[in-house]
């Protein structure tokens, strides 16, 4: 085949080959065309209409369980060119009417010929006719039957976790029983602690000083134990653990039995603080207060559980909310600090819920920059589960006492492992800010907040938080088994933060070896109480 185009383009020649007459001639700029093309345009469109016919037209055979290659081509590319809609398509749509129709859970009670599961629901599809309605009502009715059951089962679920985490193990009873017998019985449980001559170490602020407040025995031993195992002068160490008047005599035989010398270890109960009365300190009167509030809105936990319209991550936040902890005075008392400990300028603050697995004196090498607060931020990280949290996730703001205050948007940062400087949190207003906004919440029916002493923290020592590594802080480890053992072990504070305590039946197994290897199995104490390992 031979193409010609004139130097004028207005002339294309089309020639089968050499020497065969002119075979297509047209006149490109001129006003005719020949004949023959007309001829074979028409041929063409002829051929193309006669196509897209055959493709638009050509059905299943069969019963329309089968069609050819060319019919099913024809079926999806017909109706598109021709700007026409499938006959299914309605059918589709009307499936979809179906299951988007509400359906009422009482008219589930009592049925026998629901499908259970999906073998169920495809042998009824294969014994029966269904058209389409008949085939969306029935799914509809199997998927919602099988929603239920999983709501009941998350909210089970839940419900167990929340009593389990909130009851006192029989194993740790025992412990308290044991020590408590043992300070009445024994002298060597009632030794002074720190000894005389070490308590001006109390308030020497060349030692490093760290505070624990814990009613756990076995808790408190374990941070204090890793704390001062991983110290590389642990002679400088001072640990100030503070107790109720209930836990006091068992932490106290306890550490007098199990010294961590050279460490300076002091116990002392909160009544043993001569300030720390009803009529002096705010955050007792707003404890007292948000018992009341929590026992009249929330319901307790079988209300709780009872509502069938709520969402089950609902249902674990307001569960979650009745945890004891978060209205426990050990929980509260950081706040007070600076009354305290007036003669420090400087403190960690450890939760018994943690694990130390470095030295900690670098932490005193920290330029402040004039903060308060020393603490990890928990809004960017590798594991997006733990560290996405913002104000948002703590604060309501859908109340306009919080959106008109605060950044939804601003980072969050992680009560746990944090360090105070007492000195400037003296030159501040922080305590009296947080004492106010525990006064709102409790006016507004506990909803700028639900639960814990974090989102008030979070607004009492806004502006005063100086950010630290997150080497310092490892969070999450007790309400997700997602963290590699690998990466806890090179963190140098780890935080069993969550209802899975590891002291408790319902921790991750992977992750609580991290906590049991500071406890001496073959105690005593813990052999006659049967606390063991796993």
């Known amino acids: 085949?031979?193409?010609?185009?004139?130097?004028?383009?207005?002339?294309?020649?089309?020639?089968?080959?050499?020497?065969?007459?002119?075979?297509?001639?047209?006149?490109?700029?001129?006003?005719?065309?020949?004949?023959?093309?007309?001829?074979?345009?028409?041929?063409?469109?002829?051929?193309?209409?006669?196509?897209?016919?055959?493709?638009?037209?050509?059905?299943?055979?069969?019963?329309?369980?089968?069609?050819?290659?060319?019919?099913?081509?024809?079926?999806?590319?017909?109706?598109?060119?021709?700007?026409?809609?499938?006959?299914?398509?309605?059918?589709?749509?009307?499936?979809?009417?179906?299951?988007?129709?509400?359906?009422?859970?009482?008219?589930?009670?009592?049925?026998?010929?629901?499908?259970?599961?999906?073998?169920?629901?495809?042998?009824?599809?294969?014994?029966?006719?269904?058209?389409?309605?008949?085939?969306?009502?029935?799914?509809?009715?199997?998927?919602?039957?099988?929603?239920?059951?999983?709501?009941?089962a998350k909210i089970q679920e839940y419900l167990y976790r929340h009593v389990a985490s909130s009851s006192i193990p029989k194993q740790l009873h025992c412990l308290a029983l044991k020590l408590a017998n043992e300070h009445s019985t024994n002298a060597a449980a009632r030794l002074q602690l720190p000894k005389p001559e070490l308590v001006p170490a109390l308030v020497d602020n060349s030692y490093f000083h760290f505070v624990l407040a814990s009613d756990n025995v076995l808790a408190a031993s374990v941070v204090a134990t890793s704390l001062v195992q991983n110290a590389l002068r642990p002679q400088k160490f001072v640990l100030h653990i503070i107790t109720d008047r209930k836990t006091y005599s068992p932490m106290q035989a306890w550490f007098s039995l199990h010294p961590l010398s050279p460490a300076i270890i002091e116990v002392k109960a909160l009544h043993h603080f001569d300030w720390f009365t009803k009529g002096k300190v705010p955050v007792l009167e707003a404890m007292e207060k948000d018992q009341r509030v929590r026992s009249q809105f929330r319901g307790g936990s079988s209300a709780i559980v009872s509502n069938n319209t709520e969402n089950p991550v609902v249902v674990a936040a307001k569960l979650q909310a009745l945890s004891p902890k978060y209205n426990s005075v050990m929980n509260h008392i950081r706040i007070h600090l600076p009354e305290l400990f007036p003669s420090l300028n400087k403190v960690v603050f450890l939760d018994d819920d943690i694990v130390v697995q470095t030295d900690l004196s670098p932490l005193w090498d920290i330029d402040m920059n004039g903060k308060v607060n020393g603490a990890v931020e928990t809004c960017r990280g590798e594991d997006k589960f733990v560290m996405s949290k913002r104000f948002k996730s703590y604060l309501n703001f859908s109340h306009p006492l919080i959106a008109n205050n605060f950044d939804p948007h601003e980072c969050a940062w992680a009560y746990g492992m944090n360090i105070f400087d007492l000195e400037a949190w003296r030159k501040t207003n922080i305590s009296l800010t947080y004492h106010y906004w525990l006064e709102q919440n409790l006016k507004s029916d506990l909803s700028l907040w639900q639960l814990g002493t974090l989102p008030p923290g979070l607004i009492a020592f806004h502006g005063y938080v100086h950010v630290i590594d997150p080497f310092w802080h490892m969070l999450g480890l007790g309400y997700q088994d997602n963290t590699s053992v690998a990466d806890a072990k090179s963190a140098g504070v780890i935080h069993f933060n969550g209802r899975a305590k590891p002291w408790l039946d319902i921790a991750f197994p992977r992750l609580r070896q991290l906590w049991t290897k500071y406890i001496n199995f073959s105690d005593k104490f813990i052999k006659g109480c049967h606390i063991r390992a796993s």
């Open 1 to 152: 085949m031979q193409l010609h185009i004139s130097p004028s383009l207005r002339h294309v020649t089309v020639l089968p080959g050499k020497g065969v007459r002119e075979f297509i001639k047209v006149k490109v700029g001129g006003k005719r065309v020949s004949y023959r093309m007309l001829f074979y345009s028409l041929l063409f469109f002829t051929f193309l209409f006669r196509f897209v016919f055959v493709l638009s037209t050509v059905d299943t055979i069969d019963d329309e369980t089968k069609c050819s290659s060319l019919g099913c081509f024809g079926k999806r590319l017909g109706p598109r060119i021709l700007g026409r809609r499938l006959d299914s398509v309605p059918e589709v749509e009307m499936i979809y009417q179906v299951l988007k129709e509400p359906l009422d859970q009482d008219d589930l009670k009592g049925r026998n010929d629901i499908p259970q599961t999906l073998e169920e629901f495809v042998a009824q599809l294969k014994n029966t006719n269904l058209d389409a309605k008949a085939f969306a009502l029935k799914l509809r009715e199997m998927l919602t039957l099988l929603e239920q059951r999983t709501r009941t």
